[in-house]
Structures are given as C-alpha cells and as structure tokens.
C-alpha cells in the first residue's frame, strides 16, 4: 500500500465499531468534572512554541524531544503536547483570573509528542484534564484528586494506584538541587547527554529520566521530602490529613517527579499495572509558579491530565462495561417499493418521538433485510407490506424475545410504540431499551 494511505506512526482511527468506549468514558469524564463545578473549556490545537519552552520548561523531554514544531509564515507554532499551557494562556487573554476564584476548567482534546510508538503511548493521544486556578488549600489538592479518582470508580476500574509526593517550592529546592548535583558529580560520565546537560539547570529532572541507566543511578539520589520548607511539608500534610479523612488510599511515592517543569509541591499518579509498561493513566500536581510566570498575577494553580487512550485499554483489559450508543431501536423492513413511502414517513415520526429507527436503503429482497436488521441489533421489527398498507396496521417483533404485536400505522402509531416501549422499559429495568 501506497505510505500515504497508511495513517501515520503513531496514530489512531477509532473506528464506528469503537467509538462506544470512547463515548463512555467521554461521557463519564463531562459528567464527573461537571459535577465538581469545573467548565469546559476549548483551545486552539497550536500555540506558539516559545509558550510551551517557557512553561513545560527547556529541561523536559517534552520540549527538548518531543514537540512538533514548524515555521510557518515565519512565525513558530507546535501542535500542544499538553493542555495547560494553553489554558493558562486562554485563561489570561481572556481575563477569566480577575473573575471570582478559584477558576475551574476541564477540557477534552488531543496532545501530539514525538516519542516512540508502542501500547498506550501514541503521537497523537486524548486527554481530559483539569486545571484549578486561585487556591493554595491542600482541599483544592485534594479535590481534583478525588476527581480524577471518581472518574476511574465511575467507569469501574479496579487495582489503580495513587502515588503522591511533593516536590517543594523554589525555597526548598535550592538546598536539594545542590544535594543533588553533588551526588550526580560522582556519576557524571554514565548519566546520558541529556541528563548531563540538565546536572545545572534542573538536577530533579534526571529523576524522571527513562533511560536504564540513569534510572538506576537515581534510585540512590537525595530525597526531597528530606529537604522541605515548612511550609511546603504543612501542605503535604495537611494533604495526607485530609485524603486519609475521606478514606483515599495512596501511597507516598519519593520518586514521582513528573514529566512538566512547572510543578511545585503536591505531585500524583495514578497507575495500574494492568497494561504493561504505560501504566500511569493520570498524572497531575500544583504549578503555583505557573501563572506568574506566563506574565500573570501570581495565583496558585493546580491540575492534572488523564491519557484517554490508557483509560480505554485499561478498561478493556479489567472487562469494564461500555455503554451501547448507536444502536438502532426500531427497523422498518418494506417489502416492496409502494411500502418504502411508509416506511420512511413512520421513521420520520419515530425519530421526531426521539427513537432510532431505520429502513432499507439498499433495495434488498426479504432475506436479505432479515439479516441487516439483525446485523444493526435492533430492538424491533416491523414488516411492511401491501397487506399492512390496505389494513393500516403491521406487526411489531420484539427481536429480543422474539414477541409480536399488532401496532396501528395511522396517527397512533408512535404513541403504541413509545408507550410498548415505555412498559417493556419498565418490566425488563434495561435502561438501554430506549
Ligand atoms: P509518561 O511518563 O508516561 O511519558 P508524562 O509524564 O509524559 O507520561 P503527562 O505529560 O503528565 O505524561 O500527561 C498526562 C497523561 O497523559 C499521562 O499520565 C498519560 O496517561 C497520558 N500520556 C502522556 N503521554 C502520552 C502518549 N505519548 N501517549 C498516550 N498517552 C500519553
Ligand atoms: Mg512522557
């Protein structure tokens, strides 16, 4: 095949027979972040690129590996590979920070970072994720916390771990990146270029290193919860306090720093051993320098990002229900062309009365309509003929138990459906049925 009719690396088609998962969980993701009081809210799919330098920071694999960036017309964009940078963005220049705080957003959309492709790491993945601007309570911590874990009880995943950790402020950090350089010095030669390079201007990213190596020299480093101020160890605290209060287990993990420069203090993950090595399915923290950064007041902030691919593997791997979506209510199956008039206008009716129905498009004889209604799966049938033209009337089979009714075809028509409809609702408790 032609490489130009193959999707790229690293991309994805969700296909009809796949768009349920992705509904699902697109759906669950609204209807949690709603109900906690968070907004959608939507951004452009590229920003320019000296945004993402500044604010997932220079040291990040992220922008020094992974950004698709291009010139175009003389001006650098890259296509997000996140999205709170551009909320933050989007929340400035729309001065949504002088509004009553804490501002609350969530927003669906895709990422794109050049890595390598393999299962749950994509170069065009989906996020939902959050941000919470203007409060510095470890409640606020706490709460997008049990947001994110809401969403993954809501969609039935089961054995996902919270890590938590802090990483400090500016003040406690100085101490432990000077802890920490002293002991990369002794390493210097075996720790990978990158991480070289990043021995001066950002020691703690070598912890989130992915190379073998460099992994390995980490796990003897300095930990930071050794090195925090007072103030950022009373936050994490007060944090544990509180998950502990609403009976959240979590673990605290010294060696979860996160990917993105920008955070401080509270940092988590989520992550299920289910679906090998890409298992962290959600991760977030507070950035309270983020804001101030980008040339804003200084407003403490927090979030996360949950990768909506890894969401849907996981819940395939632990045999999650999905919800049904597309599936057709009523067929209408006319056996000849003076039927298919009818058949069209009691679709019409139908779907005006909210019901899915559909009819032949195709022209095909009896049998072969047989078989496509039962492809669709749908919940009943209705035979058109001339006999059932002449008499106004036509028989309604329930394919499920495989029951008929005779239903009026005159004005009444949708009326006998939805109120059958409405008892079989009731009698059976499938709240799919309509
Ligand atoms: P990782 O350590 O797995 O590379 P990260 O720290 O780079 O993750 P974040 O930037 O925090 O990830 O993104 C938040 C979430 O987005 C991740 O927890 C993950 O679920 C998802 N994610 C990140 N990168 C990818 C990717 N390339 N493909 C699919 N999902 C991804
Ligand atoms: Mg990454």
């Known amino acids: 095949m032609a490489n130009y009719l193959k999707r790229p690396n690293g991309t994805e088609d969700v296909t009809p027979k796949q768009i349920h998962r992705w509904k699902t969980v697109e759906t669950v993701v609204r209807e949690t972040a ?179 190596i460099c992994k390995k020299i ?57 679906i090998g090595a890409q298992g962290t399915v959600c991760g977030g923290g507070r950035y309270d320098g983020l804001i101030s950064l980008m040339g804003g007041q200084d407003v403490p902030a927090l979030g996360f990002g949950m990768g909506l691919e890894r969401l849907i593997l996981t819940m395939e791997q632990q045999g999650c229900a999905f919800m049904e979506t597309n599936r057709c209510n009523v067929y209408l199956a006319p056996m000849d062309e003076a039927a298919r008039p009818m058949a069209m206008r009691l679709a019409m009716q139908l779907r005006e009365a909210g019901v899915r129905a559909e009819y032949d498009l195709a022209n095909r004889n009896f049998k072969a309509q047989m078989k496509y209604a039962d492809k669709l799966g749908t919940d009943y049938l209705i035979v058109l003929g001339s006999n059932e033209l002449a008499e106004q009337s036509a028989k309604l089979k329930n394919m499920r138990t495989g029951e008929q009714r005779p239903i009026r075809l005159d004005e009444h028509f949708v009326a006998d459906y939805t109120e059958l409809s409405l008892s079989d609702l009731l009698s059976s408790g499938d709240p799919n049925l309509l």
């Open 218 to 274: 980490a796990e003897g480093a300095p930990c930071i919860l050794d090195y925090l101020c007072e103030d950022c160890k009373a936050h994490f605290s007060a944090l544990q306090g509180i998950l502990d209060d609403l009976k959240i287990a979590y673990t605290v993990n010294p060696n979860i720093v996160r990917g993105l420069d920008y955070y401080t203090k509270t940092v988590f993950e989520f992550v299920t051993t289910d």
């Open 34 to 212: 709603e109900q906690f009081g968070f907004s959608e809210i939507r951004i452009p799919t590229f920003e320019a690129t000296e945004l993402f330098q500044r604010s997932v920071g220079e040291t990040t694999d992220v922008v020094q590996k992974e950004m698709y960036s291009v010139i175009a017309k003389e001006t650098a964009f890259t296509l997000r590979p996140e999205g709170t940078a551009g909320t933050i963005r989007a929340m400035l220049q729309n001065g949504m920070l002088a509004e009553a705080l804490p501002q609350k957003v969530f927003y669906l959309l895709s990422c794109f970072r050049h890595e390598r492709p393999q299962a749950g790491r994509l170069r065009e993945f989906h996020q939902f994720g959050v941000e919470m601007a203007g409060s510095a309570s470890p409640y606020a911590d706490a709460e997008i916390i049990l947001l994110a874990k809401t969403v993954l009880n809501t969609l039935g995943l089961q054995n996902i771990a919270l890590y938590i950790n802090s990483i400090g402020c500016p003040t406690c950090r100085a101490q432990y990146y000077a802890a920490l350089r002293e002991y990369f010095a002794s390493y210097i030669g075996e720790l990978c270029e990158t991480c070289q390079g990043r021995m001066e201007r950002n020691p703690m990213r070598i912890l989130d290193c992915k190379s073998p």
